[in-house]
């Protein structure tokens, strides 16, 4: 089976000193943080201006980090936001974290992210306007 994997955003995020833990390197935590901060850029880009936190809203249902190397400080951290095959309510997420020019990842991720009804909190169909954009994701990185 041929999984559907397109880049549906790029997130610039600079590391900031207090990224930082006592073993010298960015915390575990942190890298969570990076890949949230592309997930809700790339809602607002997603979702039209009237609508997005309004009437829908997206939460996760899972997330998952592989840490592959030490990120520190200084540096500026570039998170690619790949998305999957929307499904009726939810749509898979995995993300790619590198530092600076080095082409080597520091690490990745993945959530499951569903959309919500902001009024009921309980989970929705992907609107169509929103399953049409999904679908040509490569158009909004």
Known sequence: MNEIRRLAH????PIRWGDMDA???????????????????????????EEAWQSTG??????SCNYRRAMTYPGTV?????VG???????????????????EPFADGAATVVFIDMKSQKSK????????????????A
């Open 10 to 13: 790029i997130e610039r995020i």
């Open 23 to 49: 073993m010298g390197h960015v915390n575990n935590t942190v890298y969570f943080r990076f890949m949230e901060q592309a997930r809700i850029s790339w809602f607002g880009r997603l979702v039209p201006g």
């Open 58 to 63: 997206v939460v996760i249902a899972n997330a």
């Open 78 to 82: 570039e998170v690619k936001l790949f």
């Open 85 to 103: 095959a929307p499904g009726g309510a939810s749509v898979p997420t995995t993300y790619e974290l590198r530092v600076d020019a080095d082409p």
């Open 125 to 140: 169909r992907i609107p169509q306007e929103i399953r049409a954009r999904l679908e040509r994701a490569g158009a909004t």
